[in-house]
């Protein structure tokens, strides 16, 4: 397995005391896999996203990633483990303003110690159609453009995982559905497995299988085959979990 | 008028909000103002002080001081008539412990005085004893150091050249001290009775002798006209006049200039200031953009809201000037006694509402001239462009009648300080630097962004992600560089300006003058002493060369034909020390005329200084006449002479030949060259033999001067940490503003795999690079105002002192390595899912 969640719980201290985010959460993710969050708005698929990315600490449980103890690494391991592994997509695009788009996609291949992390960054641009962009500065550009040059950032390095928050969430329809097919061919070429949060229920089915939340527990699994896709979407959404 | 209590309207309810986002704003011009109302009010307090004690510090109301002589009875007769007057001697002499070769010597200014003195103020003495009684069958007091650097103690004998007296009481205080100016040793007095046969006070000699005059219920027209009367009286005789209200004028001098110099100072850390305000009211009006979109919006006018802003920045400003205020009345009363204890003047501590106004109108119109600019571009966005541009990032120009209003402000702020410092051409050139100074920062942090962004794309850099990114960071949109390098650079160029000031006196007083300048001048060598004295040196193998030359006091009555009255030289002003000789003298350089031949008897000729001629306008041929002694002498320039007076050697501005002056009472003067170690015995010998001989040692002079130049440095550099202070709360607002931004970029960084250290390597480094570069650019700036003050105001040679400018730029770069990395711990301890979910 790919990661391995068991009996995750997250609690964060919010202005009014302890939040609870996750209850319990326990599931698995297979090489290759794509799998698709959704929920209602504060259901913690984001929450559980970042659990995954070890960007956020489980309050309880493990989350295993490549057999690796998320929650036993301090900050520095999870840092160097994301440099080797991870490669993580926002909805808000997240590049830093002071970088050009080369240097924000050099960056994690620099942070890995790659020699030639720049002669790839302007590869990676290429491939994600902003070759010509490489010298501007994230306010330069639009926001479609910014998701690009994150995808592209996000896949450098090769990670083995994808997570993606939302990738489109700020961006309208047509600049968005263009960002998934990207999205998705990233994955489809380097092999990545991948793990999007989303509210939209057509881009979830996208994927081989979507999990479903609501108020921090897993609500429903669907295993979404090409032909079912549609159909289980359009009807009751999803199958509940253990059915 | 109704748009204007809308804006007050406005105004209130947005005060509401709190001041939670002024705190640096506050700090930065209370600072300011704080200096300069402390400044100028310890400046006023001495110059009351001054005033209210002016009589007890001159010693009299009135005095009239003569050079080498005592009035004469006509001239007494005249003085006794305006009041009841007391006769003060004063010369330096050597203080010894016995009579011979053995005895221990010390230099010493000697005050002579009568059964009247002080007619104003009171001595205090060890043992508390009367002034008479200390007097009284040859008793002296003198000063504690003189006691100390003897080994002395009460009742012991101490000589003044051949007198031996008795040591009855030491000054704790001599109100009448902050007169007398700069002394080369401690305090000793005597009663003119004690000089009597000392073979100090001879025609020929040097001293002066002072009569203070106590003029019951004199008012101040009273003074002037008696001064009149007086000198007119004593027209040509060299008497000079004082009164009460110019009792210490070395000291005033001093107190005026370095008080209107630290003022100028101030006015840099204003301006420092200025920056942190101006950055501070930017981010406020950007925070309030919404709301001002949203007023807009509901139908505000541009001009309400500009009044609704400018009201709340002058609500702030006036508080932030209100805590200057007291704070800058407090300090001066907290510190003042530690003032007055090393001044010999007392200090009028209280509140002056003088300086209090100046630094209030420096503050008010600093805060106008940094926040009208942002505020005028309120007006002028459009509230749909404001809702689309929500950083705040446009950049449009304000209407024209802000700009009007701007320069007005600058113009007053400069005329004001020009005005108000009292030394209108420094602080027009202290604007004008400033001004540099800020441009030249402006354009180093532009050029550090464009080096920093250069840099940041080359291939060398590739590979070190933590020196990428904050090459990046430095040269990226939206970076902290020009705040950084602004605020710390205009704090660090006062500090390298001072800095190479000093380190260039130091060096010059240190390296060079010892090398040239004597070891002693002897003064007072009688004419009957000189072939003895000449022998002991001259025949000393230590002693390298020995200069010598007749001398007695003159005072010039008319220059070809002009009275002396009508130049306003110090060379016409009172008595000069003039010489004769047969010839110019080895080294001496002839650059107008013919020196006379060495045995000419003719018509008295004079040999004038080139320098101080071309100032009076003397010309070849010119007939200059001086009394000598109570004889008008007239003699013909003939030729002139380069005369460098910064050797330390012997210079006399008018010299005549041997024949017109030989008959004359005079003295010797004499500078003996040796080494170091032979000094002491030197000392020991001639003084032993000729106990009437003073010698000042040349060393000893430089202590004293490096002491008095290290004094002001000192006061300066006070000055100069305190633009640095505010320079440093700036600072620390950019840092706490750009905290934010930070925490984002680390969590983006530790997202992509960055581990702390990288990215606290990263935040120190680009701390580091601007702190750099602000040092670098302060002590381009820095060397240049200290290459044309000591060029142009100190008339001194420049060299760049490297180890006072290193010190600058590691100074800059940890302080801005200290303030960065205060506010790295935040942003290195988020932890990435919230802050980034946050944005989201």
Known sequence: MVLSLTDVELSLQGNAGMVDILHGISLEVAKGDTLGLVGPSGSGKSSLLMLMGGLERATGGSVLALGNDLTTMDEDQLARFRRSHMGVVFQSFHLIPTMTALENVATPLELAGAADAFERAEAELDAVGLGHRTDHYPAQMSGGEQQRVALARAAAPRPDILLADEPTGNLDQATGAAIMDLLFDLRDRHGATLIMVTHSLDLAARCDRTIRLVDGRLDAETRNTPDLRVTDAATTGYAKVGE | ?840
Request: net charge negative; with cysteine; proline share 4%.
């Open chain 2, 1 to 840: 008028m109704i748009w204007l209590t809308q804006a007050a309207t406005i105004a209130r309810r947005e005060l509401r909000g709190g001041l939670s986002g002024f705190r640096i704003f506050l700090a930065c011009l209370a600072l300011g103002v704080a200096a300069i109302a402390a400044v100028g009010s310890v400046r006023v307090s001495i110059t009351a002080g001054l005033e209210r004690e002016g009589s007890v510090i001159l010693g009299g109301d009135a005095e009239v001081e003569f050079d080498y002589r005592a009035a004469t009875p006509e001239e007494r007769a005249l003085l006794d008539a305006v009041g009841t007057v007391s006769q003060v001697y004063d010369f330096r002499s050597m203080a010894a412990t016995g009579e011979g070769r053995e005895a221990d010597r010390a230099l010493t200014q000697v005050k002579a005085v009568d059964d009247l003195y002080p007619l104003t103020g009171t001595l205090t003495l060890d043992p508390p004893i009367p002034v008479a009684q200390a007097l009284a069958d040859d008793g002296a007091i003198i000063h504690p150091v003189l006691a100390d650097r003897l080994g002395l103690e009460i009742g012991d004998p101490i000589y003044l050249g051949t007198r031996a007296l008795t040591l009855r009481a030491l000054l704790t205080r001599e109100p009448d001290a902050g007169s007398a100016g700069f002394g080369l040793g401690p305090r000793t007095i005597v009663s003119t009775a004690a000089l009597e046969g000392s073979g100090l006070v001879s025609e020929g000699s040097l001293f002066e002798v002072k009569y203070r005059m106590l003029i019951p219920g004199a008012t101040d027209e009273q003074l002037d006209a008696l001064e009149v009367e007086l000198e007119t009286a004593f027209e040509g005789s060299g008497a000079r006049w004082r009164d009460r209200r110019n009792g210490a004028p070395q000291v005033q001098r001093v107190v005026d200039r370095l008080g209107s110099f630290l003022v100028l100072v101030g006015l840099a850390g204003l301006a420092v200031g200025g920056v942190g305000v101006s950055a501070a009211v930017r981010s406020y009006l950007d925070r309030k953009t919404g709301v001002i979109a949203t007023l807009k919006t509901l139908g505000a006018e541009g001009r309400v809201i500009f009044a609704a802003y400018l009201m709340q920045i002058g609500v702030l400003a006036a508080l932030g000037i209100a805590i200057g205020l007291v704070l800058g009345t407090l300090i001066p009363i907290t510190v003042g006694p530690l003032i007055e204890a090393r001044l010999p003047v007392p200090v009028a501590l209280g509140v002056h509402p003088g300086p209090l106004f100046e630094a209030a109108l420096y503050g008010a119109l600093t805060a106008l001239i940094f926040t009208l600019w942002p505020l005028a571009r309120t007006e002028q966005v459009r509230a749909a462009s404001l809702f689309r541009d929500a950083t705040g990032t446009s950049r449009v120009w304000p209407r024209r009648r802000y700009i009007v209003a701007l320069a007005v402000a600058v113009v007053a702020l400069v005329a004001s300080s020009a005005l108000l410092s009292g030394i209108p051409m420094l602080a027009l050139y202290s604007a004008g630097g400033i001004a540099f100074a800020l441009a030249l920062l402006i354009g180093a942090a532009w050029g550090v962004r464009r080096l920093s962004r250069m840099l940041a794309g080359t291939k060398a850099v590739r590979g070190w992600p933590a020196l990428r990114l904050a090459l990046g960071s430095v040269g990226g949109p939206g970076g902290e560089a020009t705040a950084v390098v602004l605020s710390l650079g205009l704090g660090l160029t006062v500090l390298a300006a001072v800095g190479q000031i000093d380190a260039n006196m130091r060096a010059a007083i240190d390296r060079d003058l010892p090398e040239i300048a004597p070891s002693y001048f002897f003064v007072d060598i009688q004419p009957d002493q000189i072939e003895g004295f000449l022998d002991r040196v001259e025949n000393d193998p230590a002693v390298s060369r020995v200069d010598t030359a007749p001398m007695l006091g003159g005072v010039v009555r008319s220059i070809a034909g002009t009275p002396a009255s009508e130049f306003d030289h110090w060379v016409t002003r009172g008595d000069r020390r003039i010489s004769f000789a047969d010839t110019p003298g080895d080294g001496t350089r002839i650059v107008a005329g013919e020196f006379w031949p060495e045995d000419y008897t003719g018509d008295p000729q004079i040999s004038f200084a080139r320098e101080e001629a071309e100032e009076l306008g003397v010309e070849i041929g010119d007939a200059v006449t001086m009394n000598v002694l109570g004889r008008d002498i007239t003699g013909t320039v003939t030729n002139f002479r380069e005369v460098d007076f910064s050797s330390g050697g012997i210079g006399f501005v008018i010299i005549f030949n041997t024949a017109a002056l030989q008959g004359a009472p005079h003295t010797w003067l004499s500078t003996v060259y040796a080494e170091e170690s032979a000094e002491a015995a030197i000392l020991r010998d001639v003084a032993g033999d000729a106990p009437n001989i003073t010698a000042i040692r040349v060393r000893d002079a430089i202590a004293l001067v490096t002491e008095a130049l290290g004094a002001l440095a000192a006061a300066t550099s006070w000055g100069a940490g305190a633009t640095l202070l505010t320079g440093f709360i700036v600072l620390i607002g950019a840092a706490a503003a750009g905290e934010r931004g930070r925490t984002f970029e680390a969590s983006v960084l530790k997202t992509l795999g960055a581990t702390r250290a990288t990215i606290l390597t990263s935040f120190a480094l680009r701390s580091a690079l601007l702190g750099a570069a602000a040092g670098v650019v302060a002590i381009v700036v820095g060397a240049l105002a200290g290459w044309g003050i000591l060029t142009f105001v100190m008339e001194a040679p420049y060299s760049f002192e490297w180890r006072s400018a290193l010190l600058i730029v590691v100074g800059g770069a940890l302080a801005t390595l200290l303030a960065g990395l205060a506010f790295a711990w935040r942003p290195l301890a988020a932890r990435p899912a919230g802050v980034l979910r946050a944005q989201d």
